[in-house]
């Protein structure tokens, strides 16, 4: 056998082992913690990888940080993480869960009267450009104006008043695609955690990884928040009681050795968040 | 010559009876397969809506990891495992799964009583690799799980004593031990787990032409084989003997909530 044979062998092995397993997933059950009966507890989270993600073991950094807390306080929930934020929506206003987990979720002001917003994380961020489009990069120095009538790649619900006050256009996409369109030079530029731009980059840009660049300096910070609802017949006592908890893992120290943990110590800690208090 | 012109600006843009809808399904017995007359559940369903309306749709089989990556097709199955690398313009659920734990009786002098993940501690849990969302959860709990890579391994090393349970889908499972085993399908008992319900739906692509549209028809014609009785007869066709899990058009009317986008 030749050694291009071989290499073409071993591509399709490593393919078959990358893929198997998700082949495997959106076949069967999807086997989760309320499968017997539902929780009367019931939180959804937003799918934001690294941060909130089915694809890790813990759920994320953000669910780690959230059930932490629960445990401390003896709360018992379940957490689904859920990718799109009307879905979420649609479980809080709707069927009155108690609580959401996520960023970039967007209320009327009757509805945030019906919520209680606890923040769990703070994340730098930055703005992306694809180097093809963009070699020189953007004139950013932290004034949009001076990126008018270019596009901008938005989350869904984000709050784009800024930069349309700016004069920039907006497209609306989840991460990946955002990071699709700007590949395909659809948008001249998107913002993020640059931790979850990572995530995507490593999966699913790995030859093209190199052309998107990061803007200095930063474009401002993101937070996760989890959002309780009034509505639910304990959603104000168990508000009070997770914020407890998370208080308790603040001061004791859990909180801090598990932004460590996921961040991968304590100096990536401070180049990707901010102090939550 | 003037009147020609009007004439075609009076014919729609698009018309449901122009257009073949092409979308994509992965060979999934009993819901989705070459082999099955019909095509099975899923695919039965999907042509009556679109018979109801007059619309064109050929299912593709194609492998389950193409479909995941293609970001721009149409795509049929649980919308959950799709929307989070694909955006669609709409997503319409047809119809629901429900997931049960199978135990071979033979091997216990009793009937097993499992109403929740304590009652499972006891026992080895087979389940399909990459099934388990909550791992850490129910590592803490204390709950031992054995995974594989197939269905059909599943069954064989729960008849073999391998394993104690298998969490599988209703349908799946069934379809499963009746091919395997068919001379001992019933010895093999299933307890169904009424909140493991979950949509099987037609999700159309953010960028397919009209998609908005065929949705719209989709709807329609899902309404119409309910309204009359179509819909009934296919699903009693995998389902005879009363067994539709209860629940099914109410949980079919939830999930139609929360997708209605």
């Known amino acids: 056998m030749n050694i291009k044979k071989a290499l073409t062998r071993l591509t399709v092995m490593l393919l078959v082992m990358v893929i198997y397993p998700v082949t495997a997933l959106a076949t069967g059950p999807r086997i989760k913690q309320d499968l017997f009966t539902p929780n009367a507890n019931s939180i959804y989270a937003l799918d934001f990888p690294p941060f909130i993600t089915t694809e890790l073991n813990d759920g994320g950094m953000a669910v780690e940080l959230v059930n932490t807390a629960l445990q401390i306080e003896k709360i018992s929930a379940s957490i689904n993480i859920l990718p799109l934020p009307r879905m979420m929506k649609y479980y809080v206003l709707q069927e009155k869960a108690l609580a959401l987990i996520g960023n970039h979720l967007s209320f009327t002001a009757d509805q945030q009267k019906e919520l209680i917003f606890i923040p769990l994380l703070r994340l730098k961020e930055h703005y992306y450009v694809y180097q093809p489009k963009h070699p020189e990069g953007l004139p950013w120095q932290g004034d949009l104006k001076a990126l008018a009538k270019l596009v901008y790649g938005a989350n869904p619900e984000e709050d784009v008043a800024a930069y349309q006050q700016a004069g920039i256009q907006v497209e609306t996409g989840n991460t990946l695609t955002l990071m699709e369109k700007l590949k395909a030079e659809k948008i001249d530029f998107m913002g993020n955690s640059e931790l979850a731009v990572n995530w995507f980059l490593d999966r699913n840009f790995s030859t093209d990884k190199a052309k998107f660049s990061k803007l200095e300096p930063g474009a401002g910070e993101e937070t996760i928040f989890i959002i309780f609802n009034k509505n639910h017949p304990q959603g104000e006592a168990l508000a009070k009681q997770f914020k407890q908890g998370l208080d308790a893992i603040i001061a004791n120290g859990q909180y801090k050795a598990l932004l460590e943990k996921h961040f991968g110590g304590s100096e990536a800690v401070n180049r990707y968040s901010l102090p939550l208090q | ?261």
């Open chain 2, 1 to 261: 010559m003037i009147y020609l012109r009007y004439l075609l600006l009076l014919i729609p843009l698009w018309t449901a009876q122009a257009d073949i809808v092409v979308l994509e399904a992965n060979e999934s017995p009993p819901y989705w397969s070459n082999s099955l007359p019909g095509g099975g559940l899923g695919s039965e369903l999907v042509q009556a809506i679109s018979d109801a309306v007059g619309l064109q749709t050929q299912i593709n089989f194609v492998p389950l990891s193409r479909m995941i990556e293609d970001k721009n097709n149409n795509d049929l199955g649980n919308p959950e495992f799709y929307m989070a690398q694909q955006e669609f313009a709409a997503i319409i659920p047809f119809a629901i799964t429900e997931a049960a734990i199978f135990y071979y009786r033979p091997r216990y002098n009793h009937a097993l009583k499992l109403t929740g993940f304590n009652d499972l501690k006891q026992y080895r849990l087979g389940v399909l690799k990459g099934t388990l969302i909550d791992r850490h959860a129910f590592e803490q709990m204390g709950l031992h799980f054995e995974s594989s890579y197939a269905q059909a391994s599943l069954f064989k090393k729960l008849k073999l004593g391998r394993i104690d349970l298998v969490f599988e889908i209703d349908l799946v499972g069934r379809q499963m031990i009746a091919q395997l085993f068919p001379e001992q399908k019933d010895d093999f008992i299933r307890q169904p787990l009424p909140n493991s319900i979950s949509p099987i739906a037609i999700m159309l692509d953010a960028e397919y032409p009209h998609a908005v549209e065929i949705a719209a028809q989709y709807r329609k014609g899902l309404a119409a084989i309910i309204a009359n009785g179509r819909y009934q007869q296919i699903v009693e066709k995998y389902y005879p003997d009363g067994q539709l899990p209860s629940g099914w058009f109410a949980n079919l009317q939830r999930f139609q909530q929360l997708y209605s986008f």
